[in-house]
């Protein structure tokens, strides 16, 4: 079946002036729209180029441009994992047919993953990374949610830290580091975590830095997220990680995502589904993979001043399944 093919780039304002983690300070969100229309159906996908693994808007594009001809052809899901690097290219890809795919078929894309009904999932809210004075602010305001994530920067850590907790003293903690700790402040930073109560710490040491996790003592659960890509990276992570952050822009889609999440499994990791920093149709095919998570943190639509519509449901922090004028 022949198909038509658009892409288009768009950008969506963050609520509260900007977002903040280790590498710097955003504004808006900028996404990349894949459509693929075929046989009076249409399917479409969302991804976030990020610029840490290389990838801008132009990039993106260009990827999927190149591939082009053998969508408009009738490439299926199986195809682009060959024709396509993973990454945020083929996510958007990837996606779009799985939406295809479920609306030619009237079927959900559960169905087509062999996934019973999707349910309704608890998801992290994020606290950006600030002073510990605005942190604690920020925190007492969340305060109510039941799942806070903490986005850290090294140095001054323990006192972000100290400062959140004291103002969320309910609120389960997970935290993010974005590859900011190193040997200097590690020891300090995990104390604090493990007096704090913290689940849960995301990339502590940068990607390629990171084998000293297999010599450190690990009290509090250490997840790899940029270290990890594909399912191919699992198995040389084990003795560092305990467990992973899967997100659908790094593994180029939910196809290689439920993969990965199965495997994880095997491997006795935690699964963490996350996202970058997206709409609603960025979130949806990951409420897949948060059906078999341990931690969720798609709270994307939450940090926009204006999500896509129709977008996801929130109900506080209960993330409901996406409707098929969404997505799948």
């Known amino acids: 079946m022949s198909r038509s093919l658009a892409i288009e780039t768009e950008a969506?304002?963050?609520?509260?002036?900007?977002?903040?983690?280790?590498?710097?300070?955003?504004?808006?969100?900028?996404?990349?729209?894949?459509t693929l229309t075929g046989g009076g159906v249409t399917g479409r996908g969302e991804c976030v180029p990020y610029a840490r693994y290389g990838e801008s808007?132009?990039?993106?594009?260009?990827?999927?441009?190149?591939?082009?001809?053998?969508?408009?052809?009738?490439?299926?899901?199986?195809?682009?994992?060959?024709?396509?690097?993973?990454?945020?290219?083929?996510?958007?890809?990837?996606?779009?047919?799985?939406?295809?795919?479920?609306?030619?078929?009237?079927?959900?894309?559960?169905?087509?993953?062999?996934?019973?009904?999707?349910?309704?999932?608890?998801?992290?809210?994020t606290l950006s990374v600030d002073t510990p004075e605005k942190m604690a602010e920020a925190a007492?305001?969340?305060?109510?949610?039941?799942?806070?994530?903490?986005?850290?920067?090294?140095?001054?850590?323990?006192?972000?830290?100290?400062?959140?907790?004291?103002?969320?003293?309910?609120?389960?903690?997970i935290v993010d580091a974005n590859e900011a700790w190193d040997a200097s402040c590690f020891e300090?930073?995990?104390?604090?975590?493990?007096?704090?109560?913290?689940a849960l710490i995301e990339q502590p040491l940068p990607a390629g830095k990171d084998e000293l996790l297999a010599e450190m003592d690990r009290p509090v659960t250490v997840c790899a997220d940029e270290s990890l890509h594909t399912s191919a990276d699992l198995k040389a992570l084990r003795n560092r990680y305990d467990a992973v952050n899967i997100k659908l822009d790094k593994a180029g889609g939910l196809t290689e995502a439920l993969v990965m999440a199965r495997a994880a499994k095997e491997l006795d990791f935690k699964v963490m589904i996350g996202c970058m920093l997206g709409t609603s149709l960025a979130m949806a095919p990951?409420?897949?993979?948060?059906?078999?998570?341990?931690?969720?943190?798609?709270?994307?639509?939450?940090?926009?001043?204006?999500?896509?519509?129709?977008?996801?449901?929130?109900?506080g922090s209960s993330l409901l399944p996406p409707e098929p004028a969404l997505w799948g």
């Open 286 to 315: 990951a409420v897949l993979i948060a059906q078999m998570a341990d931690f969720v943190d798609l709270d994307g639509p939450l940090l926009l001043a204006r999500d896509r519509q129709p977008g996801l449901s929130f109900e």
């Open 140 to 173: 007492a305001k969340a305060s109510s949610r039941p799942l806070l994530k903490v986005k850290l920067t090294g140095a001054g850590d323990d006192e972000r830290l100290a400062a959140v907790r004291e103002n969320a003293p309910a609120s389960t903690l």
């Open 12 to 34: 969506f304002e963050i609520a509260g002036g900007g977002f903040a983690i280790s590498r710097g300070r955003r504004t808006h969100a900028h996404v990349l729209l894949v």
């Open 57 to 125: 808007l132009e990039s993106v594009e260009a990827q999927i441009r190149a591939v082009a001809t053998e969508l408009e052809q009738g490439a299926d899901r199986a195809a682009i994992q060959n024709l396509m690097p993973a990454g945020a290219a083929r996510n958007a890809v990837d996606c779009a047919l799985w939406d295809l795919e479920a609306k030619t078929l009237g079927k959900s894309v559960a169905q087509l993953a062999g996934l019973p009904p999707l349910k309704p999932v608890t998801t992290a809210y």
């Open 188 to 198: 300090i930073n995990m104390a604090a975590c493990l007096k704090a109560g913290v």
